[in-house]
């Protein structure tokens, strides 16, 4: 049983309007669904994705009135971006500097070209030039950014943790990951475990930070971390595996748009499991998703509650 590769990340955002217009204006991303916290529905949730919404393509984010996240250890320290090719990153880094946020240059880490950025409440990412690999791209035709330069989808993921042995255990013990190699960058010695067929779309980078602080988690920070697992059979086989390995977990959990099971590796970062389907044009044309407010049927005889307690996008 094998996970096959980075199904989401949800991180946190204070100012939904501002971060709508920085991931679908400046990096040309598909809003592809526009819906609510389940467990908060005063809070948008977000999703961000290529032109098709395809699994491993979704940067999504809970709309919390939350301060500043104060970055340490125990926590997803940054979030990759997949491109193809170094013209795409010289595209990015002319883009980036000229819209005057903070961005890094162009520089080889790991074997691949990345730069670094990040947004206006200081969400770490990194666009990873994956060569073209990593599954066929699904551009959105109405995306900002020509075709050849949009965002892929995610991976690699950075995880900063005090404790690497414990962490390690889960991923390679618990969850089958592999270790594939180490490297040195920023001063750091990282670690690489993967999943699935690997490559970027399919790794987490670990770095151990015994002597930093824990991180609180806020605005700009990233509140979990989603797998993909392909089917139902095998999502009921996580859950099981998960239980009789005696790991805490939340159970098996309806998000209709694809089922999830959540639990925290040993240093508290929360992962999530989630399959591939049913995906996000189960309730309204994929042509026109994330341009309405969409709610699960659960949520649906509550929707004028909900509208009224929302603030407008803009």
Do not use: C
Not at 127 to 145: C, I, M, Q, R
Not at 255 to 280: C, H, K, M, V
């Amino acid at each position: 049983m094998q996970l096959t590769g980075i199904h989401h990340l949800t991180a946190i955002s204070a100012k939904p309007r501002e971060n709508l217009a920085f991931y679908t204006g400046l990096l040309g991303m598909r809003l592809v669904k526009k819906t609510v916290n389940q467990d908060d529905v005063s809070a948008y949730h977000l999703f961000y994705a290529d032109g098709r919404a395809n699994p491993g393509t979704d940067l999504t984010f809970f709309d919390f009135p939350a301060a500043p996240e104060r970055r340490g250890s125990n926590a997803i320290s940054r979030t990759g971006l997949r491109v193809a090719g170094e013209p795409s990153l010289g595209y990015w880094r002319d883009r980036l500097k000229k819209a005057g946020g903070v961005t890094g240059d162009v520089v080889e880490v790991d074997g691949r070209l990345t730069l670094p950025f990040e947004d206006g409440e200081g969400q770490r990412l990194v666009l990873v030039d994956d060569g073209g690999g990593s599954g066929s791209a699904s551009p959105w035709e109405k995306s900002p950014v020509p075709a050849e330069h949009q965002i892929r989808g995610l991976g690699p993921i950075v995880l900063t943790v005090h404790d690497l042995s414990r962490t390690a255990f889960v991923l390679t013990e618990v969850m089958n990951m592999r270790t594939v190699r180490d490297y040195a960058a920023h001063g750091a010695e990282i670690h690489v475990f993967a999943m699935g067929e690997g490559g970027p779309a399919a790794e987490l980078h670990v770095i151990e930070g015994k002597d930093l602080p824990e991180a609180r988690q806020g605005a700009g920070g990233v509140h979990h971390v989603a797998f993909r697992t392909p089917n139902e059979e095998q999502y009921h086989g996580w859950t099981q595996r998960l239980n009789e390995l005696g790991v805490r977990n939340s159970g098996e959990i309806d998000r209709f748009y694809f089922r999830s099971l959540y639990f925290r590796e040993p240093n508290g970062i929360l992962f999530e499991i989630a399959t591939d389907g049913p995906g996000f044009a189960t309730d309204e044309p994929m042509a026109t998703l994330g341009e309405k407010l969409s709610l699960p049927p659960f949520l649906e005889p509550r929707r004028a509650q909900i509208e009224a307690g929302l603030k407008p996008l803009g």
